[in-house]
């Protein structure tokens, strides 16, 4: 199984990227993935999930409106947009997938918001 992030980098407050997770090594279309992230000195935490069937969930409030993942099962990639950055949104974001009650990680990417 590998999973392997990309698109993070140093933006300016109020400004956009777009993070892409590919799969490879198990049944992507069956699998449930998730973005997380884990900033300086904090937990690592749920930001949103899509389930195989396209079922969506954003774990935090503070993203709502703001970040959208989803998923393109012919490519093996998750995506998350995330628009309208914030200093608080800095953090490593990780690739999550869940196939066969078993989770694997990608390595993160970094995602840094400061003027």
């Known amino acids: 199984v590998q999973l392997v992030e990309s698109g993070g980098g140093l933006v300016q407050p109020g400004g956009s990227l777009r993070l892409s997770c590919a799969a490879s090594g198990f049944t992507f279309s069956r699998a449930v993935m998730s973005w997380y992230r884990q900033a300086p000195g904090k937990g690592r935490e749920p930001v949103a999930t899509i389930a195989n069937y396209g079922g969506i969930t954003y774990n935090l409030d503070s993203v709502k409106g703001r970040f959208t993942i989803s998923r393109d099962n012919a490519k093996n990639t998750v995506d998350l947009q995330m628009n309208s950055l914030k200093p608080e949104d800095t953090a490593v974001y990780y690739c999550?997938?869940?196939?066969?009650?078993?989770?694997?990680w990608g390595q993160g990417t970094q995602v840094t918001v400061s003027s």
């Open positions: 999550k997938a869940r196939s066969l009650s078993r989770d694997y």
